[in-house]
């Protein structure tokens, strides 16, 4: 189980409604809204996670 960095939902990672790339690891993430979020600013979230 993977923890999505923007809402904190434990995703199953082959169920992920979608998956980043960034700074070597992989974030998935529990709907697309979160990716987008994510992906704007990685940054911002890589570090929280």
Do not use: Q, R, V
């Not at 923890?3 to 979608?18: H, L, Q, T, V, Y």
């Not at 529990?30 to 911002?44: E, Q, R, Y």
């Amino acid at each position: 189980m993977a923890k999505d960095p923007i809402c904190g939902m434990e995703i199953d990672e082959k169920k992920a409604a979608g998956k980043s790339e960034y700074m070597g690891k992989t974030y998935y993430f529990c709907a697309p809204g979160c990716k987008k979020t994510f992906d704007a600013n990685p940054a911002k979230y890589a570090k929280s996670s």
